[in-house]
């Protein structure tokens, strides 16, 4: 494939305990754009981004990042990789003992020799670019939902990563705060030329920012095009989501017994 | 009622293999520290600001507890002693007791409650809210840098506070019985000094500090680690950190005074 695909999936099957999550999926990711990955709770969106990162192997298939394949990297060239990719979790996954400031500057402490005033200058640029820098004295437990999302944000780019991924970056925040998390992933996405990945079902948030959209039902995808396609489309999955209907290929009710002789009603309505 | 049987039989099946397996994984988890030593001691900061929670927190409860463990020793002592008209020998049953046993002892079952649950649930909760796997994805190994200062911290916090401890015990015997028993300060002290052996109590003391040191630490963080990440799995993680330190610091001291004293008068 061109090396414009940072992420290439080819056949990615991925069970847990024998019970498959994911099944033959492929996808293409494109460098400096936007992609989400969308679908129920529970069908396999998260999985996708800890194979991605490497956090756990496939059962068959391959995840390639930057042209390497990322289950075949020993610890050492997985976390060489790791160094050129963030991901920002679902509540920010903030380090409660460290400051605003002190979150953002650990990957440049850790990784770098950078002398503590180049440090500043950087740590304050990224909060910055977040709106946040007024806030760098804070402590986590100090900040709101959306805050700490941003500082999230701030620390993910800390390092200006090639590929940044994000789980569940709306889950939980209020209008204002989802609008400023969604327009803040689309600037910085163009600004620093990274690719990202958003794993979300929060729809219409997603659709106004993103590139590509695949839309991922028990492990196989179901549908991806473009956010316009996406809105136009008539597949009955893509429509139910996006629509949010309470009925359709997602049943309303979990699979049970015939509703009558669950009740004991047959002799009755005989 | 054989399919009884077999559930049973298969129960037990299942216990003794989730046992032996968790038993490799903690064996693997405490290699692994070990290896990846190295960051902490490039960096000691790490390991100065884990001394000043494991070790500087857990003083005052170690201080009260060791003075009146020491007054008690000294009253208890006194009142037998008497009867056979040695009381200037208190200095040495209080002396004796704490460096030997309850100083070791007491000391490392407080670090346990103190300092050991504090780690375990600071450790799961890290776990429960995706630190430890934030930190994996910055390509930082959580070992290396949560856990490994965190092990070496406890392993030299716990001789000093023991020894603190004892310290202070001897401090509490000499209140009691000297200052207000009023037994004689010359033989307290100069009977203490002289039954009171460097090599076989004191260092022998500090050897059982080290192990219970190690057994605790190392206890606390891997229950942590190993806690399910949900409010109730860290609960119980610090419940069996307590309950698993406590019992193995028990067992280890009879095994080490079994080795250390046998024949020793």
Known sequence: MTSENLVEIKDLNFSYDKRPILKGINMTMPRGKVITIMGGSGCGKTTLLRLIGGAIKPSSGYVKVGGQIVHELDSDGLYQMRRKMSMLFQFGALFTDLSVFDNVAFQMREHTDLPEPVIRDLVLMKLHAVGLRGAHNLMPSELSGGMARRVALARSIALDPMLIMYDEP??????????????????????????????????????????????VSEGVIVAHGTPQEMRESDAPFVHQFIHGEEDGPVPFQYPAE????????????? | MPRRIVTAIRGVGHRAIDGTWRLGYASRFFVLTLLKSATAFRRPHLIIRELYFTGVMSLIIILVSGLFVGMVLGLQGYETLQKYGSEAAVGTLVALSLVRELGPVVAALLFASRAGSAITAEIGLMKA??????????????????VAPRFWAGI??????????????????????VVLIGVDEGSFWSQMQSSVDFQHDIVNGVIKTCV????????????????????????????????????????????LTAFMFTGVN
Do not use: C, W
């Open chain 1, 170 to 215: 709306f889950a939980g925040l209020d209008p204002i705060s989802l609008g400023v998390i969604g327009n803040l992933i689309r600037r910085l996405t163009d600004a620093l030329g990274v690719t990202s990945i958003v794993v979300t079902h929060d729809v219409q948030e997603s659709l106004k920012i993103v590139d590509y959209v695949y839309f």
């Open chain 2, 212 to 255: 219970f040191g190690v057994a605790v630490t190392a206890i606390a963080l891997f229950e942590g680690y190993d806690a399910p990440p949900t409010a109730e799995g860290v609960s119980g993680a610090t419940t069996r950190t307590v309950v698993t330190s406590s019992l193995a610091i028990l067992g280890l001291d009879f095994i």
């Open chain 2, 156 to 177: 030299m916090s716990m001789p000093l506070l023991a020894a603190m401890f004892s310290a202070m015990g001897i401090f509490g015997g000499y209140l009691v019985t």
């Open chain 2, 129 to 146: 809210t995706e630190q430890l796997a934030a930190m994996e994805m910055m390509a930082v190994d959580p070992i290396a840098r949560v």
């Open chain 1, 258 to 270: 015939a509703y009558a002789s669950d009740l004991k009603l047959e002799r009755g309505l005989a």
